[in-house]
């Protein structure tokens, strides 16, 4: 099939390479020209693992393709899948801008029948709206050239993004009606994963489209709820590993994303809770869940602060190590980082930073650039020199068997905060360090 992609950040890139190595044949439109000229030449804009290999042997294969010329990329393709940034507003609902610029140009060079596919994660309502736009581009022509928008959200996590949506848990796919030409194709796209037994469900656009805020709120509820209850194992002695395996087992409830933490991040939990909050709010809708599991997000940060500021008795002119900075492991990522916050906070306080990342330190030295306060370390060790304490934001798997007998012997003084809580506090006290967790006994 002939497939454009526009906008080649996270979704777009690797949606569009996956296609690719389905056969299809993709061009990706992206108004980043620096970006495409070094994607041309195999260099990743971001860190994903198998992302370049993949692109490399379809970009080799010419089934991949990159170009900056709109009318080219819409007037060469069958389906359009739009996946430029939906970035959130200040007061947290959603800016489609550059959504309806691209549905613009879709109405304005459009030849023959397409589909146009919402892929980037858009409030309700908003197909409806894209068709308009493409239907009044086609009026201003006196064309009446046939499409339909279909609603089609991803539900790729960043570290598995190829993984996922290769295999993922369903396909969604939103349609004006129940019986229009889009089902047919986008079945057909869609066939080499429904084929290994994954299941594609049709339904309406606005359904479609909450499903997606939907599916990310209850995800961002279940780590604000185990979060919010780690604070109460802190007080009574409870070990919150030990209840969330516990409540985990129960098949109702499920093991998965009831991990407390630092926090959670990145860019999709944080500004869809809000898009979906700020949703229910213009409709007139109850919203105090969704305003709950932002609050206790930002509550699960400043309590990691508060925790090492007691640890140290202060945090003037002490210094701390940071283990892990981006939002989550396996990728460069730092967009809504809970170590962005819990940083700035360290650093207010008057305290020195060592800080380490496998991946994520160029794009965290772009927010905290190298000072007299901000060390960045080669290794994980030369973070440690002479630190205070050491904490972990990010669980890293490099983090999870190091050298304690080095770290200890490298550090001011023996003690680990374990903001992911992957070590076991028995074995890291017998290691002769002072350990505090998130809720751990
Ligand atoms: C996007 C959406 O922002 C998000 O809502 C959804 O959940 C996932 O898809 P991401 O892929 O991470 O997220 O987007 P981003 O990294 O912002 O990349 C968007 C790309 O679109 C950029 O390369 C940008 O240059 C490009 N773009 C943006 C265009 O080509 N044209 C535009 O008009 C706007
Ligand atoms: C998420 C969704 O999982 C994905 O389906 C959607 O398409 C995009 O948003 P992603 O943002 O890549 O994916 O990260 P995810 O793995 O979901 O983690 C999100 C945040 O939650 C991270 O900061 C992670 O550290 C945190 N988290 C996750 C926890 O704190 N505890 C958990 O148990 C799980």
């Given amino acids: 099939m002939k497939i454009t992609m526009v906008g080649t950040g996270y979704v777009g890139l690797v949606t569009g390479t996956c296609l690719a190595d389905m056969g299809n044949d993709v061009i990706c439109l992206d108004k980043d020209e620096e970006k495409l000229k070094n994607l041309e030449k195999g260099i990743m804009p971001i860190y994903e693992r198998g992302l370049r290999d993949?692109?490399?042997?379809?970009?080799?294969?010419?089934?991949?393709?990159f170009t900056t010329d709109t009318k080219k990329a819409i007037q060469s393709s069958d389906v359009?899948?739009?996946?430029v940034g939906t970035p959130p507003k200040k007061d947290g609902s959603?800016?489609?801008n550059y959504v309806f610029s691209v549905a613009k140009s879709i109405g304005k060079y459009m030849n023959n029948y397409k589909i146009v596919v919402d892929k980037s994660t858009v409030p309700v309502g908003t197909a409806e709206k894209v068709e308009k736009i493409i239907k009044e581009e086609l009026?201003?022509?006196?064309k009446e050239t046939e499409f339909d928008v279909v609603s089609n959200p991803e539900f790729l996590r960043e570290g598995a993004a190829i993984k996922d949506f290769q295999n993922p848990d369903r396909v969604v796919v939103g349609t004006k009606t129940k019986d229009e030409k889009s089902i047919k194709i986008m079945e057909r796209l869609y066939r080499s994963t429904t084929r290994v037994g994954r299941p594609i469900i049709f339904t309406d656009r606005?359904?479609?489209?909450?499903?997606k805020y939907a599916s990310n709120a209850m995800l961002a509820a279940r780590i604000s709820f185990i979060n919010q209850?780690?604070?109460?194992c802190d007080k009574i002695g409870a070990d919150i590993k030990e209840v969330s395996k516990g409540?985990?087992?129960d098949s109702r409830i499920g093991s998965r994303f009831l991990q407390a933490g630092a926090g959670f991040g990145g860019s999709c939990f944080p500004k869809d809770v809000s898009g979906l909050l700020m949703t229910l709010k213009n409709n007139k809708c109850p919203s105090s869940i969704f305003s709950a599991i932002i609050n206790a997000n930002e509550e699960q940060k400043l309590f990691v602060a508060e925790k090492v500021e007691s640890l140290l008795h202060g945090l003037n002119g002490k210094t701390i190590a940071v283990w892990g900075l981006s939002f989550k492991p396996?990728?460069?990522d730092i967009r809504e980082s809970p170590s962005l916050t819990i940083v700035k906070m360290f650093l207010e306080k008057g305290a020195k930073l060592r800080l380490f990342d496998p991946e994520a330190m160029d794009n965290f030295k772009k927010v905290f650039p190298e000072s007299d306060n901000i060390y960045y370390g080669k290794k994980p060790y030369d973070a440690v020199e002479n630190a205070d304490i050491l904490i972990i934001l990010t669980e890293w798997d490099e983090f999870r068997e190091p050298d304690f007998g080095l770290i200890k012997k490298k550090m001011k003084s023996p003690r680990i905060f374990d903001g992911r809580n992957i070590y076991n506090p028995e074995e890291i006290k017998e290691e002769g360090f002072e350990y505090e967790g998130v809720g751990r006994r």
């Fill in 54 to 65: 993949l692109a490399e042997r379809n970009i080799r294969e010419k089934r991949l393709m």
């Fill in 80 to 83: 359009i899948f739009i996946c």
């Fill in 94 to 96: 959603v800016d489609l």
């Fill in 139 to 142: 009026k201003k022509r006196n």
């Fill in 206 to 211: 606005k359904s479609a489209e909450l499903i």
């Fill in 229 to 232: 209850l780690s604070h109460l």
């Fill in 247 to 249: 409540m985990g087992l």
């Fill in 330 to 332: 396996r990728t460069d």
